[in-house]
DNA sequence: TCTGAAATTGAGTCATC
DNA sequence: GATGACTCAATTTCAGA
């Protein structure tokens, strides 16, 4: 039950977008035959209805010396400090996903280290430290697969 | 050990354009005071590096009737056919990542479906088929972080 | 690598349909 | 909702330091 149903225009602007923020406007109209100005206005539509929620550049963190990534299942020793440790995650620059989740673990986080060593260190000097009971680590070799959800491929009804 | 180590002016260029891929080069070049055409040749050298891949516009899944978030992981009948697997899952709109990990599962995907009903006929349906023993999945009930790895609160040594 | 200026192209606004 | 014309601003290129 979408809060708004996306017309075919929307979608084909969307996959356009959403592959290239940097797509110049006049570019889309002119893939989708309509004028600049109404691609300006739908596009400003749907990001007050906040279906698109800005944009960004994408870097690679393999390129930048971040060459491991590992999700880890948190187990708390306080669970009621939930919030709390979400503001200490939130200031560890490594960390880029948390959520919250079934399965008995109290989070669920994504990072990135510098390598097998560091992120070792992370786990026993920064998240210890918020009062874990235990964790759980994942570590990802390669991402075989690692895009955006792709709108234009969906059905709306089924 | 980076592939290439990123300056002040880089590491800058990087944090302003990877929170918002439409900020104008000539608002990035004020802010670091140099010219525009600085900031578009570091920009051209950080993508064909590989460092930058890539811009996007966000958008949000729940809006458009994506409410469920999950992780699976997969255990395959067949672990040899996994590149087979991967393609088929390349195939599924909903699966946005798919990583070969640690841990025992053959594979870690992550997805989103409309409902947890969806979910379930993709895993029975769509999933199951590609020829799995078992599957373990994980709801995300609240995703509390969600944002790239910041580059810019990062040392290079240490 | 950066600059500054020139040429091209796009963004954003608005009256109108 | 979409258009076309308009203004202002940004992108891109390039010779030169």
Do not use: W
């Amino acid at each position: 039950m979408p809060k708004y149903t996306l017309d075919a225009l929307d979608k084909k602007i969307i996959r356009m977008i959403s592959n290239d923020a940097r797509v110049p406007f006049l570019e889309v109209a002119r893939a989708c035959n309509v004028s600049g100005a109404a691609i300006h206005q739908r596009i400003q539509k749907l990001q007050s209805l906040g279906i698109v929620k800005g944009s960004q550049f994408i870097i690679d963190p393999e390129k930048i010396g971040y060459e491991t990534c590992a999700y880890v299942g948190l187990y708390l020793k306080y669970p009621e400090r939930f919030d709390n440790v979400v503001e200490e995650l939130r200031k560890m620059p490594e960390v880029v996903e948390c959520h919250y989740t079934t399965g008995g673990m109290d989070m669920f986080i994504k990072l990135y280290a510098k390598n097998n060593h560091h992120l070792l260190s992370i786990i026993h000097d920064k998240l210890q430290p918020l009062g874990l009971s235990r964790s759980e680590t994942i570590i990802s070799f390669n991402a075989a697969i690692s895009r955006p959800l792709n709108v234009a491929d969906i059905n709306d009804e089924d």
